[in-house]
């Protein structure tokens, strides 16, 4: 079984920038895609970022190219997400996410293909 654990998230001005993590304290996220996603009070959670299992193909929810960039260290069995020119509208808790198919890209910016989630971290921006 794998757990999932953020961390980084915070308080921060708006323009300012946040760098979240997410570990595999058990289990592995070796040869899945892993992504970030997102819930704002009152919203659905939408997707932000995933990376293949190389770290070498990524993508981005489009409102978010730019200022958001994912990154993963096998080796540590963790991956990143830093946030840069933080806007109010970026409040949300964020989540850590393990796709269910191993080597899979398959609708990577769907939450139904993710088998492992952490608990969340909470991202305020003040503006």
């Known amino acids: 079984q794998v757990q999932l654990v953020e961390s980084g998230g915070g308080w921060v001005q708006a323009g300012g920038s946040l760098r979240l993590a997410c570990t595999a304290s058990?289990?592995?996220?070796?040869?899945?895609?892993m992504a970030w996603f997102r819930q704002a009070p009152g919203k659905e959670r939408e997707f932000v970022a995933a990376i293949s299992w190389s770290g070498t193909t990524t993508s981005y929810a489009d409102s978010l190219k730019g200022r958001f960039t994912i990154s993963r260290d096998n080796a540590l069995n963790t991956q990143y997400l830093n946030m840069n020119s933080l806007k109010s509208e970026d409040t949300a808790v964020y989540y850590c996410?393990?796709?269910?198919?191993?080597?899979?890209?398959?609708?990577?910016?769907?939450?139904?293909?993710?088998?492992?989630w952490g608990q969340g971290t909470q991202v305020t921006v003040s503006s």
């Open positions: 996410a393990k796709h269910g198919g191993m080597w899979s890209w398959l609708n990577v910016d769907s939450s139904s293909e993710y088998e492992h």
């Open positions: 058990t289990g592995t996220i070796l040869n899945h895609v």
